[in-house]
């Protein structure tokens, strides 16, 4: 059974910085190029960074320069560092595993960036 478990969101000050990590199970994690997507309310889901099993990444515009993602293949964790955080980075944030035809997610962590 595949499962992501996402944890480390929460309510941060703008200008703040959060850690989200994401657990894997049930997969060849190492193979799989990891994810991390937001959604807000009456908005479309977004690409917010990805990271290939070689460690090549891509970023959206919206976070590039701001938040880095990372991967630990002994552990099984895919991780996401947000700093200087805005409200508009409010949304709730998803992990995600792809490796051609297989798409995995998880069930989403909120994240408030609010004073």
């Known amino acids: 059974q595949v499962q992501l478990v996402e944890s480390g969101g929460g309510l941060v000050q703008p200008g703040g910085s959060l850690r989200l990590s994401c657990a894997a199970s049930?997969?060849?994690?190492?193979?799989?190029?990891m994810a991390w997507y937001r959604q807000a309310p009456g908005k479309q889901r977004e690409l917010v960074a990805t990271i290939t099993s070689a460690r090549f990444t891509i970023y959206g515009d919206a976070v590039k320069g701001r938040f880095t993602i990372s991967r630990d293949n002994a552990k099984n964790t895919v991780a996401l560092q947000m700093n200087n955080l805005r409200p508009e980075d409010t949304a709730v944030y998803s992990c995600?595993?792809?490796?051609?035809?297989?798409?995995?997610w998880g069930q989403g962590t909120q994240v408030t960036v609010s004073s």
């Open positions: 049930g997969i060849a994690f190492s193979r799989y190029a």
């Open positions: 995600q595993a792809n490796l051609r035809p297989y798409e995995y």
